[in-house]
């Protein structure tokens, strides 16, 4: 008896069998979350429907920035060369939106011909009309860099109405629909001239619920003096504030990203250690593209299903023959009470809840009658990929993650400062002395030979414990001194000799002066007179 209702259960709790991530989120998309989406017409509201390019795509880094801060010539100095459309100067170059992208030979794909490739992810931009299709062109080449990565570039943001008017398309939303597909944004500004426009605010605001995506690159760093830098990213990171209003502090790099020499060269060594920083950012964004896709689906799930709920409410409370009119507006003034009722019945996050704002703006163009009451079965059949097939997803991303080699960024300027004597920190801490035919160690050692005899040494050794009566004195933490002493000790004999002690008081040098330690002693540390034993 109720055969029909056990199979049904027994077919909901059993979650969908993927072969990869990408079909998996393809399918989930298309069988459980699209028919939700098209019922309460969720793509007039927020966001055109996802296509098969959209989960297949490689990563894509948008750069967004006012006029004059360096986004193409950012883009020149990964790709450390030029590409097809490519403009630099003082004044807003780039009026245009440019995909540059990976492409057998050079060339320029323009607008209205990319939206119709089924095989570039930009279908959708369609919407946005001519006035924006005339002003959008990809921009292909072969580069190893785009071998992993694509990159947006953007018109300069200016400052003004007129300007915000003229460009005959709707900017912030254009960013807005690039911020959902995009798996990083990099905002850009000019140390030199720090000023955040009425525009380029309004454009940070659109990007609101992409904070995770955002980081910020405080360009151009090389010509102001030192207290002057300080001054500027203070000011930066102010001004943030007050438009990101998040606790978190979006991570901001500072450097100068282009080929020229520096102007003042007085922070070198901070705007390699940010450009590393900012590199290994870049690189990673491969190996996470799998589990970004899959972030930005729950997010859009978790949205739909709040739209359901707002456009089924506003069905239920409409009047079947007079007065639509009147209640309608009434509903549009009283939106922020509806989502306080959904909220409490629900027990839906404030944070899953469209901008009230605009939601009210929306309404006011559509048709309510047209609007379809609340069906559980589409909302089920969401929760169901929510609570079930996501997981078994998150699954696959582990095991993909573990069977495929390390995807990384490769080629331009990632492989300038990877190996040799320009990488960062080359020759630095740990690696000091790593190209000299004399044992580095050696220079000191006399200083700390005198400390070795002093304690009491036995047949050429000291023990542990009186080796950490002297070790101690650096006041390290005992962790950090441990990890010195099994570097430190190369025969694993519990004791160290004259030149094992003076190897830890080196490796303690090199801590206390702010380096990281090495996880293995390297080949130029090792004492001279124990380098065959170690081969």
Request: charged share 30%.
């Amino acid at each position: 008896m109720f055969s029909w209702l056990r199979s049904d259960d027994r077919r909901r709790k059993d979650p969908e069998v993927f072969q990869t991530v990408s079909d998996g989120l393809k399918k989930l998309y298309r069988t459980k979350l699209l028919p939700l989406e098209e019922h309460y017409r969720f793509h007039e509201f927020h966001s055109p429907a996802l296509e098969d390019a959209d989960f297949d795509n490689k990563p894509m880094v948008l750069l967004v920035g006012q006029y004059s801060t360096g986004k193409t010539t950012f883009i020149r100095y990964l790709l450390e060369q030029d590409f097809p459309g490519m403009r630099i100067g003082p004044e807003p170059t780039t009026d245009s939106f440019i995909a540059v992208m990976q492409g057998e030979m050079e060339g320029i794909i323009p607008g209205n011909a990319l939206v119709v490739d089924p095989k570039k992810p930009f279908r959708k931009l369609n919407a946005f009309g001519n006035a924006f299709l005339n002003r959008f062109v990809c921009a292909q080449l072969p580069n190893p860099v785009l071998e992993s990565i694509s990159v947006i570039d953007t018109p300069g943001i200016l400052s003004g109405e007129k300007q915000r008017i003229s460009r005959g398309y709707d900017f912030a939303a254009v960013l807005e629909w690039f911020a959902e597909r995009v798996d990083r944004i990099i905002l850009l500004f000019d140390a030199h001239k720090l000023d955040i426009s009425d525009e380029f605010s309004e454009v940070i605001k659109a990007l609101k619920n992409h904070e995770d995506k955002m980081r910020v690159v405080l360009n151009k760093a090389d010509q102001i003096e030192t207290q002057q830098l300080m001054r500027v990213y203070g000011a930066l990171m102010w001004s943030l504030g007050k438009i990101v209003n998040t606790p978190e502090v979006i991570r901001v790099y500072i450097g100068s990203f282009w080929s020229h020499p520096l102007l003042i060269p007085d922070n070198r060594k901070l705007f390699e250690a940010e450009e590393q920083d900012l590199f290994r950012d870049i690189q990673s964004l491969p190996r996470n593209a799998a589990l970004r896709k899959l972030n930005d689906l729950i997010k859009r799930a978790r949205l739909a299903k709040v739209h359901a709920y707002i456009i089924s409410s506003l069905k239920k409370e409409m009047p079947s023959m007079f007065g639509k009119d009147n209640k309608k507006k009434e509903l549009v003034n009283n939106l922020a009470e509806i989502y306080g009722q959904i909220e409490r019945e629900h027990q839906i996050s404030p944070g899953d809840f469209p901008a009230l704002k605009r939601m009210q703006d929306q309404l006011q163009a559509q048709d309510f009658s047209k609007f379809q009451p609340l069906k559980s079965k589409l909302l089920e059949v969401v929760d169901d990929m929510l609570a079930h097939d996501i997981a078994q997803l998150m699954v696959l991303v582990r095991q993909e993650e573990t069977q495929r080699p390390a995807q990384i960024v490769k080629g331009g300027a990632f492989e300038g400062t990877l190996h040799g004597p320009f990488g960062h920190g080359y020759g630095e801490g740990a690696g000091e002395g790593i190209d000299d035919a004399e044992w580095v160690v050696a220079r000191d050692k006399p200083m700390y030979d005198e400390i070795f005899y002093t304690l009491s040494p036995v047949d050429g050794k000291i023990t542990g414990a009186n080796a950490k009566k002297e070790m101690v004195r650096s006041k390290l933490p005992n962790s950090v001194l441990g990890k010195i002493w099994k570097l430190a000790d190369i025969d694993k004999d519990g004791m160290l000799d004259d030149e094992e002690f003076a190897l830890a008081n080196h490796l303690i040098k090199v801590k206390l002066e702010g380096h990281e330690l090495p996880n293995e002693l390297p080949a130029h540390l090792v004492p001279p007179s124990k380098r065959k034993a170690t081969e």
